[in-house]
Nanobody, 115 residues
Framework: QVQVVESGGGLVQPGGSLRLSCEAS????????MGWYRQAPGKQRELVAT???????TYRDSVKGRFTISRDDAKKMVHLQMNSLNPDDTAVYYC?????????WGQGTQVTVSS
C-alpha cells in the first residue's frame, strides 16, 4: 500500500522552531518533486516550499530565510526545518510527492504558533 505520512507538528511559541518530516512507503518508483503545503482555517491551501529531484528549491516569499526544505531519496523522505515561527505560520501542513504515475498527499500535521 502506498502512503505518505507526515510527522513533527505541534505547538510552539513565536520565535521557536519545528522540523516536519514526511515519509513515503510502498512501491512508488522515482519521486520527482517533493513539497510542503499548508492550509490555515478559512483559507485556501498554499504552497510553502518544493524541492526537485536535482535539488532545486522554491519557497513562498513569507518563509524565505526562515524555512529550509531538504530531501533524502534513499529513505523517500522530505523535511521542512522551520525557524523564527510566527502566528501567521499556524496551519495544517501537508506533504506532497509526485512520481510519474502518482500525485500523493499526506493526511496533514498541525502546526500552531502561539504564546
Amino acid at each position: 500500500q502506498v502512503q505518505v505520512v507526515e510527522s513533527g507538528g505541534g505547538l510552539v511559541q513565536p520565535g521557536g522552531s519545528l522540523r516536519l518530516s514526511c515519509e513515503a512507503s510502498g512501491s512508488i518508483g522515482t519521486i520527482y518533486t517533493m513539497g510542503w503545503y499548508r492550509q490555515a482555517p478559512g483559507k485556501q491551501r498554499e504552497l510553502v516550499a518544493t524541492i526537485a529531484r536535482e535539488g532545486t528549491t522554491t519557497y513562498r516569499d513569507s518563509v524565505k530565510g526562515r524555512f529550509t526544505i531538504s530531501r533524502d531519496d534513499a529513505k523517500k523522505m522530505v523535511h521542512l526545518q522551520m525557524n523564527s515561527l510566527n502566528p501567521d505560520d499556524t496551519a495544517v501542513y501537508y506533504c506532497n510527492m509526485i512520481t510519474v504515475l502518482r500525485n500523493m498527499w499526506g493526511q496533514g500535521t498541525q502546526v500552531t504558533v502561539s504564546s
